[in-house]
């Protein structure tokens, strides 16, 4: 069976620093990956999402990024965070075979607060 | 572009009373729709999901949803709930030719003894 984690769980960093989140899959074989932030009390914002090592979209201009150096891990960094980076991050894959408009599962999430 | 709205923010009821929770989608052409939960602090899980066939989907913990692709509506249905189905539900929606979930705004189901 597939898992995916996430590390760290939670994190406190202050403004200015840099960050690094990782995420990675077991049990699959070339997943399309995807990094979402909630913010509190709010809904899931796409941040950036990936079809292949190497291969980044993104959907929201900001100072994030996200690299994809293996076929199973996937990376969100910052150089350095602002306080509106606040929130819990998620990674989620789905299986390639079945294109981007199928289910997504998701990892347990890393709470970030930028102070 | 596909578009999901959640009628409702949150959702109060009592232990053992059903439940519905309302996911509308706006799309021209085929759609594959999902509901999601989200436990305090945790990821979202899979509930269930509509690709194609039956119209009423069966997932787990008790729950299904009735697509009616007349009043391109997606709810989700619970006859008996717990204090344990606490958490937040979102409803996704993507279409057939290969887009990208979109995410509703999620309901905030709270179950009160």
């Known amino acids: 069976s597939q898992t995916i984690h996430q590390w760290p769980a939670t994190l406190v960093q202050p403004v200015g620093s840099p960050l690094s989140l990782e995420c990675t899959v077991e049990g699959t074989s070339n997943p399309n990956l995807y990094w979402y932030r909630q913010a509190a009390g709010r809904g899931l914002q796409l941040l950036f999402y990936?079809?292949?090592?190497?291969?980044i979209s993104s959907e929201v201009p900001q100072n994030l990024s996200a690299s994809r150096p293996q076929d199973r891990q996937f990376i969100l960094s910052s150089k350095k965070l602002l306080l509106s980076d606040s929130g819990f991050y998620l990674c989620?894959?789905?299986?390639?075979?079945?294109?981007?408009?199928?289910?997504?599962?998701f990892g347990p999430g890393t709470r970030l607060t930028v102070t | 572009a596909q578009s999901v709205t959640q009628l409702d923010s949150q959702v109060p009821v009592f232990e053992e009373a059903p439940v519905e929770l309302r996911c509308n989608y706006s799309s021209s052409v085929s759609v594959y729709l999902f509901w999601y939960v989200q436990y305090p602090n945790q990821g979202l899980q899979l509930l269930l999901k509509?690709?194609?066939?039956?119209?009423l989907v069966k997932g787990i913990n008790g729950f299904e949803a009735e697509f009616n692709k007349s009043q391109t509506s997606f709810h989700l249905r619970k006859p008996s709930v717990h204090i344990s189905d606490t958490a937040e539900y979102f409803c996704?929606?993507?279409?057939?030719?290969?887009?990208?979930?979109?995410f509703g705004e999620g309901t905030q189901l709270t179950v009160n003894p």
């Open positions: 509509y690709l194609s066939g039956s119209t």
């Open positions: 990936s079809v292949g090592i190497g291969q």
């Open positions: 989620a894959w789905s299986p390639l075979r079945a294109g981007l408009a199928y289910e997504q599962y």
């Open positions: 996704a929606v993507s279409v057939a030719s290969g887009s990208r979930l979109t």
